[in-house]
């Protein structure tokens, strides 16, 4: 077995999950995928787990023929992530195209007067992971993907979705292909989406979202994302792309460090196979 103080010095291969808590339905998702399946660029993490949440939208869509959904989300305030106009791009779409979903609306919670219930999530997966790692290293991705199901000590297991390259959506090109006013609403003022607050999308209005920049405000703003006299393409049109035709490549330093540790004995045989598939 490895020592815990040699692993660290080699490059960390990275594994990531993001972890949804579905309110309505009593459950959390957890997305999971390793680095020569995903990476963190503009259509994963650069894009918040909004790939994820138009995977929920379309499984809830299909699970629901002939029903009128109204769906909220919630989430922290934090911009990078959960406001920007690759979300704006991802619910008008799906307000557009998934025929069951009428309405979305996004609201974010005030740091200081409310409680998240994803974060409550991710401490649980963390305290479980730590445990294990005082019992010895952890060496490939499907023992985290164990560790996650297992995180709830009582109430239903985690579910875990293991992604491959095939389930990533290049958003960027959806987004560029959809709308590109982000910023000016129908009154000529600023949009500033860190002030915002609440986000709503209704199939009624395609190719506008509505939002609030404080809970207190009574009517909505709109925001007309082709306000401009410009020819785009219609929204009966535009698919979705993949972000990625093949499996990723590790670069190169880290695939000699990994080598260094399997020919040390420092990542035990019983693991190598799966380090040498990705080779």
Known sequence: ??????????RKRNEEDNDNDIGAYSGVYSYFWDEVQGNRGANEIGSDPNLIRLDYLNNLNEQNPNKNLHITFYSDNCCGQNKNKFIITLYSYAVTHFENIETITHKY???????????????????????KKKSGPIYTPYQYVTLIKNA????????????TYEFFTNLKALQELWGYNFNEDDHKNNVILNDVKVLQFNKAEPFIFSYKTSYSQSEFKKVNIRNKRKKMMGPEEITV??????????????????????????????YADFFYSIL
């Open 1 to 10: 077995m490895a020592k815990k103080s040699e692993i660290p010095k080699k």
């Open 109 to 131: 919670l005030i740091k200081g007067h409310t409680q998240n219930e994803g974060d409550n999530v991710h401490s649980l997966i963390e305290k479980k992971v730590k445990k």
């Open 152 to 163: 709830r000590k009582n109430g239903k297991p985690f579910t875990v979705k293991e992604l």
């Open 241 to 270: 792309i993949k972000a990625f035709s093949k499996r990723l490549e590790l670069g190169e330093r880290k695939k000699k460090d990994l080598r260094d540790l399997i020919n040390k004995n420092l990542i035990p045989s019983y």
